[in-house]
């Protein structure tokens, strides 16, 4: 079973900063995603991937397979970005392998 | 945008009761899946659903929870008895490919008093 770990579990920034949050995991994955949970509850998928590096406006993902690690990171982070960020994989296939495993999720607070 | 809807978005139900939780995923997609979130907690798996049929479920999906997609565009989550333990948020999610993107619904909280 994949055990998912973030850090920080809470961060508070100041406006501007630069953000990074990671993601370890313990067993090898098919697909890694970056979700963002508001204080409503929504989840919003932000990044999926499996390699390398994507980047969507400030947002930049990115995944060291071997190391089995990923970060997250926001750059001039904004009031808006406060949300819980979470980190889930799909484990490789072989059973088990349909359902995502989550991280506890990384609160964020950015500070005007 | 397409977007995956839940309904309803809360829902008080009393200990013993059947519940239907209904999610309406993006009309083109062929992957379901039913997560759970109990408050504090972390996001977990249920069940997930391809083909017309369950294609794994958790530990967690035990004989009291089902699933169902009965006209093509629904795809609900039953849980045949409530618990007071099976209050959390209920998120449905979809997706085209078996690992594309989810999209996720708004949630349902589940309140079993």
């Known amino acids: 079973k994949n055990e998912v770990e973030q850090s920080p579990q809470n961060l508070t920034a100041q406006e501007g900063e630069f953000i990074t949050i990671n993601c370890s995991y313990s067993v090898g994955i098919s697909a890694l995603h970056w979700l963002q949970q508001h204080p409503g509850g929504g989840i919003v998928s932000l990044f999926m991937l499996s390699s390398g590096k994507k980047k969507h406006g400030r947002l930049i993902a990115t995944i060291n397979i071997q190391e089995k690690h990923s970060s997250l990171h926001i750059t001039a982070s904004h009031p808006r970005d406060s949300a819980v960020y979470i980190c889930a994989v799909r484990s490789q296939s072989g059973g088990g392998a349909d359902g995502l495993t989550f991280g506890k999720g990384t609160h964020l607070i950015i500070q005007p | 945008e397409p977007e995956v809807t839940q309904t309803p978005s809360h829902q008080v139900t009393q200990m013993g009761q059947e519940v239907i939780l209904r999610c309406v995923p993006i009309?083109?997609?062929?992957?379901f899946y039913w997560y759970r979130q109990i408050l504090g907690q972390k996001v977990e798996f249920l069940v997930s659903?391809?083909?017309?049929?369950?294609?794994?479920k958790s530990e967690i999906f035990d004989d009291q929870f089902s699933v169902e997609r009965p006209d093509g565009s629904n795809f609900t989550l039953k849980i045949r008895s409530t618990k007071l333990e099976d209050s959390a948020m209920y998120f449905c999610?979809?997706?085209?490919?078996?690992?594309?993107?989810?999209?996720f619904g708004n949630g349902t909280r589940l309140t079993v008093t």
């Open positions: 009309s083109n997609h062929l992957y």
């Open positions: 999610a979809s997706s085209g490919q078996f690992n594309s993107p989810l999209h």
């Open positions: 659903f391809y083909n017309n049929e369950i294609s794994e």
